[in-house]
């Protein structure tokens, strides 16, 4: 049966797969570019591992404040504005958590579940003792009638919940969904 997760990597050892093939395209074509000295150098900082924020010194609260400005955009209901907005946040430092969920919130909200459940679970590789991520996760699995991975994910949250790594509201809504799930198994 198609799943939404569909295309990631399946296993730790299919991404180096993955890797192994795409490493010598990825090296010849960066050789090729001809780049300014200045570009080079902003290359070279981000294969040292450097984040475009951090090269051209953008500051966390300069980051923080656009974090906020991409909420606001999801709750005045502008969330093309705000998928733009928080995609242009995440190019500036991939590895941020936030920005991953706060990305998967407005495009779950725009109904693209799919895209949404891949970003919830690059957020959840990031941070995965997040409640949170696996109720967003599970909600994008409900939707596409994914009631085992939908069921796993919320059973997953409230244990979250339990260990001290939600809140009650979390908690609740975990306990809600797992009863959802089960009522829309038994309806189909």
Known sequence: MPSILDGLP??????????????????EGLENLNLSPK??????????????ADIVDISKEERDAMLLQGYKF?????????????????????????????????????????????LYV?????????????????????SAKEYDNAQACFKVAKAECDRGDGNAQAAAHATQMLAYVAERRSAS
């Not at 399946?10 to 090296?27: N, T, Y």
């Not at 570009?39 to 475009?52: A, M, N």
């Open 10 to 27: 399946g296993s730790e050892q299919e991404m180096r797969d993955v890797w192994k093939f795409a490493e010598p395209f990825i090296k």
């Open 39 to 52: 570009r080079q150098s902003i290359l070279d900082l981000l294969k040292e591992g450097l984040s475009v």
């Open 74 to 118: 999801i709750k005045q209901g502008d969330l093309n504005k705000a998928e733009d907005w928080l995609f242009g946040l995440f190019q500036l430092n991939q590895l941020d958590e936030r920005v991953i969920y706060a990305l998967a919130v407005a495009i779950q909200a725009k109904g693209d579940f799919a895209r949404a459940a891949k």
């Open 122 to 142: 690059t957020f959840l590789a990031l941070d995965a003792t997040n409640a949170e991520g696996y109720l967003r996760l599970g909600e994008c699995f409900l």
